[in-house]
T-cell receptor, first 118, second 115 residues
Framework: DVKVTQSSRYLVKRTGEKVFLECVQD?????MFWYRQDPGLGLRLIYF???????EKGDIPEGYSVSREKKERFSLILESASTNQTSMYLC?????????????????FGAGSRLTVL | AQSVSQHNHHVILSEAASLELGCNYS??????LFWYVQYPGQHLQLLLK??????LVKGIKGFEAEFIKSKFSFNLRKPSVQWSDTAEYFC?????????????FGQGTELSVKP
């Protein structure tokens, strides 16, 4: 019953390291998202993609980049990890949706990747 | 800018008590509203959603929410909580037309239910 899979549940990295977080969905969804979850701040949108090779910045893109080479896969990249990027990272996907895109707002989330940067 | 505010950061209840978690949003357009829940050690999952029509929405596990447009509110309710409802609850709103999936989330409310 796995739908959105994040390859790493827990990671510990050192400051300055390059970090890859991988996400794969098996629902043939067009839309994919990376959110960051921090206590007291809820979830914040980092990047999203509505199609293969398409990407757009969300609310907090600084220090991050993404890659979407295949429809089912959406990767988050931290080029040079910093301690303030210690967080829980959530990948989500949604269908294209009908006109008005209500269906596209129904997100399916992965289990999350908890990243600690030392 | 759109925002979502959840009034309570941490709520502690005894089993069988009634629950109401507050959620207010600021968005003047056609709203899609959501409550997501994250049980300990589990992924975030959809509890219920409002797109249009009946403002009283029923979700899974006996939860319901009422959309009150005049108050910009979408409060979550359950008449009698169980220990298994212990979780973190997030309210969310859409950003606008054709901005699918780019939800704005509230800060989250942690619910602890004592057996």
């Amino acid at each position: 019953d796995v739908k959105v899979t994040q390859s790493s549940r827990y990671l510990v990295k050192r400051t300055g390291e390059k970090v890859f977080l991988e996400c794969v969905q098996d629902m043939d969804h067009e839309n994919m998202f990376w959110y960051r979850q921090d206590p007291g701040l809820g979830l914040r949108l980092i990047y999203f993609s509505y199609d293969v090779k398409m990407k757009e910045k969300g609310d907090i893109p600084e220090g991050y980049s993404v890659s979407r080479e295949k429809k089912e896969r959406f990767s988050l990249i931290l080029e040079s990890a910093s301690t303030n990027q210690t967080s829980m990272y959530l990948c989500a996907s949604s269908p294209l949706g009908l006109a008005g895109n209500s269906g596209a707002n129904v997100l399916t989330f992965g289990a999350g990747s908890r990243l600690t940067v030392l | 800018a759109q925002s979502v505010s959840q009034h309570n950061h941490h709520v502690i209840l005894s089993e069988a008590a009634s629950l109401e978690l507050g959620c207010n949003y600021s968005y003047g357009g056609t709203v899609n509203l959501f409550w997501y829940v994250q049980y300990p050690g589990q992924h975030l999952q959809l509890l219920l959603k409002y797109f249009s029509g009946d403002p009283l929405v029923k979700g899974i596990k006996g939860f319901e929410a009422e959309f009150i447009k005049s108050k910009f509110s979408f409060n979550l309710r359950k008449p009698s909580v169980q220990w298994s409802d212990t979780a973190e609850y997030f309210c969310a709103v859409n950003r606008g037309y054709n901005q699918g999936g780019k939800l704005i989330f509230g800060q989250g409310t942690e619910l602890s239910v004592k057996p």
